[in-house]
């Protein structure tokens, strides 16, 4: 994975990567993270506490503490600071926390959006390609892994599943975190994985419809205006108010945090919104697909 330097007033510019999983793949553990939750481990031990008496100390439930030592999730800079209060660590895990990678070599861009995004206040997604991970079956994610190309290893579908299932942890455990979503309706139609697996999908994403922070558009195939025709995009707002921006290709993607193109696509992604059917009128759309599939 490559890309370039992140610079500018802000801290971030418009910076492009390119990895070989067309950005579909989820980051693995890297040493890195494994070492972190060794040392909040052994930070926690030493206080006497167990996962159990951590969690609520931190504010975070016992299965996101035990993925975080176990190296398996990317820790938010809240559970860095208030793990760093409640075990008196003495600075260590916050200067742990500034070298965290993912994998080897991974870009920077990946880190700052995976850590805007753990702590995000808002969370727009577009999707015209594939339904986003967040919203993913288990059952559609390991058909988009074992179709791609090149090629994955089981070790690596597996890899690639549980994390994206562990990131899937934001829609239950972030509550005042608004999700938005808009969905084309051919994502459906392709029927991906077989029908079995799109009236699962249609199922489940109907399901997290019913989370108050969750909300679901349909994008109609018949449609005479349509504000996303550049391509599929994400937004996030952070807890100050700053918006950041993501944009996926074929072979590469861009982090965008440069507020005047932030601005174009918040433009687009309000307009698309209106021109997407409403929300029950996209609940209605999905049942009806679901029993048509």
Known sequence: MTMGPLSGRDGWEVSRMTDGTCGAGEPEASDSLKAFGEVVKAFRKRAGLTQEEFA???RYSVPTVASIEQGRRFPPVDFVERAEEVLDAFGALRGAAR??????????????????EAEAVSLYTYECRLIPGLLQTEAYAR???????PPLSDDQIEAHWLARAERQRLLKERPNTAFS??????????????????RALIDHVLGLTELRNVEVQVMPVARSAHAGMAGPMQLLETPEARWFAYNEGQRGGMFVSERKEVSVLQMRYARMRSQALSLDDSLGLLQRMRGAS
């Open 56 to 58: 609520p100390q931190v």
């Open 99 to 116: 070298h965290l990678s993912r994998q080897p070599g991974l870009a920077s861009w990946f880190r700052q959006w995976a850590r805007f």
């Open 143 to 149: 058909t988009l892994f074992t179709n791609q190309l």
């Open 181 to 198: 979503f808009i969905l084309e309706e051919h994502l459906f139609l392709r029927r991906t994985g077989g029908a079995q697996t799109t």
